[in-house]
């Protein structure tokens, strides 16, 4: 089992503001890394650090974090939002670990 | 720009050896660490373990007893053996780079990808 918990799933309508959350006491102390993964293709980074985009990553994604959650907000979903996203940080022992993953239904 | 290129069989028989290779292209391996990542059809993504260009290791302890990680600098790649294979270890196997900080580590970028299915 995974030490950070994602949600299943979510939904947004387009045009929208869709929060993404990733839970773990970890997340106290480190912050959390987010990946885009759309079907038949490697996961992209889209965010880092406290929140920082990796060039070619559109400025309407953004992270953020408060006590023992992070979040991944998309502000104005696009279609081509629709992905699994999944968070990242270290574990307890300090390996690296990913939530679940959110499958994200852009409506 | 960096680029990573996963090679191996795609398919290996139950309680052998998996062996992968990754070849990084478009820059030098002798910086930040290198990691595998796997993900079983229709599931979520599992780290397997980092190796820093030096050679020094770090394994995901579920899989700890099973793995082992090796770089070549003289060929630019890195290679993964998984021993003792089953059906649960059928995956995607994604190599990436890792880099690691104080508070935060990121993996960018991965390679495609290559499926490796155990089967008799």
């Known amino acids: 089992s995974s030490e950070l918990t994602q949600d299943p799933a979510v939904s947004v309508a387009l045009g929208q503001t869709v929060r993404i959350t990733c839970q773990g006491d970890?997340?106290?102390?480190?912050?959390a890394t987010w990946y885009q993964q759309k079907p038949g293709q490697a996961p992209v980074l889209v965010i880092y650090g406290q929140n920082d985009r990796p060039s070619g990553i559109p400025d309407r994604f953004s992270g953020s974090s408060s006590g023992n959650t992070a979040s991944l907000t998309i502000t104005g979903a696009q279609a081509e939002d629709e992905a699994d996203y999944y968070c990242n940080s270290r574990d307890s022992s300090g390996n690296r670990v990913f939530g679940g993953g959110t499958k994200l239904a852009v409506l | 720009q960096v680029q990573l290129q996963e090679s191996g069989p795609g398919l290996v028989k139950p309680s052998e050896t998996l062996s992968l290779t990754c070849t990084v292209s478009g820059g030098s391996i002798t910086s930040d660490y290198w990691s595998w990542i796997r993900q079983p059809p229709g599931k979520g993504l599992e780290w397997i373990g980092s190796?820093?260009?030096?050679?020094?290791?770090n394994y995901n302890p579920p899989l700890k007893s099973r793995v082992t990680m090796s770089v070549d600098t003289s060929k630019n790649h890195f290679s993964l053996k998984l021993s003792s294979v089953t059906a649960a270890d059928t995956a995607v196997y994604y190599c990436?780079?890792?880099?690691?900080?104080?508070?935060?580590?990121?993996?960018?970028?991965w390679g495609q990808g290559t499926l490796v299915t155990v089967s008799s």
């Open positions: 970890s997340l106290k102390k480190y912050y």
């Open positions: 190796i820093y260009y030096s050679g020094s290791t």
């Open positions: 990436a780079r890792h880099h690691e900080s104080t508070r935060y580590g990121w993996f960018d970028p």
